[in-house]
């Protein structure tokens, strides 16, 4: 792995345990075992690595939103696969990293934003008519509307006013706010699917 990759790697490793302001630079070239002077080589400042951090993860998240869509038997096992994945991505993550990125780090933050209001609008645009198509999702869902309301939602989920950190934890918050989402958009035979992949048992 050249030094550029293994400065990144290192970086968003510490940003997702500890969250982004409270790592320094030196943190980072401590973290590699090299001089804070090889890691300035590489990035003239921490603004400059967190944007080259948040690009190269939103890379990946790509690459495997893909897959999953690619590989998916239908919309909902897309969505549960989805909603598995995100639950991992966060279990790990400090809640603080968000709130950083939001607050200090503009450009990189833009990135962030600009990838959601993209990349993600057209992922949960496309599963919604996959979902309609299949007969999974209600036939008269709005679309426009709702893959919107998801997205706002996405921000809601790390607002820490709404969700304070001493009271709820990620995968709680994810787990309760997807599910809802799902199981408002599908049909009877895509609530029986949901129930399948939840294991869960319902009265008819």
């Known amino acids: 792995m050249e030094i550029k990759d293994r400065i990144l790697h290192a ?7 500890n969250g982004i302001k409270s790592v320094s630079m030196d943190d980072i070239a401590s973290e590699l075992g090299i ?26 998240v790509q690459s495997e939103c893909e897959g999953i869509s690619g590989t998916a038997i239908n919309a909902v096992d897309e969505m549960v696969q989805i909603m598995d994945w995100a ?37 949960i645009q496309a599963n919604l ?23 706002a939602q996405i921000d809601v989920l790390f607002d820490q006013e709404v969700f304070p950190v001493a009271q709820f934890d990620q995968p709680r918050v994810q787990l309760a706010c997807n599910e809802h989402f799902l199981l408002g958009m599908v049909t009877l035979k895509g609530h029986k699917l949901v129930n399948e992949y939840r294991q869960v048992t319902e009265e008819e």
């Open 11 to 17: 970086a968003v490793t510490l940003f997702t345990r």
């Open 35 to 60: 001089s804070k002077k090889t890691l300035y080589k590489w990035f003239d400042n921490k603004d400059e690595l967190v944007s080259a951090v948040i690009s190269s993860h939103l890379n990946g």
């Open 87 to 123: 639950k991992r991505q966060f279990s790990n993550t400090n809640p603080n990293a968000i709130h950083d990125l939001r607050k200090y780090y503009p450009a990189a933050w833009k990135l962030f934003h600009n990838h959601k209001n993209k990349y993600i609008l057209a992922q």
């Open 129 to 151: 008519r996959r979902g309609v198509a299949e007969g999974l999702y209600r036939a008269d869902l709005d679309v426009e509307v709702l893959s919107r309301l998801r997205l």
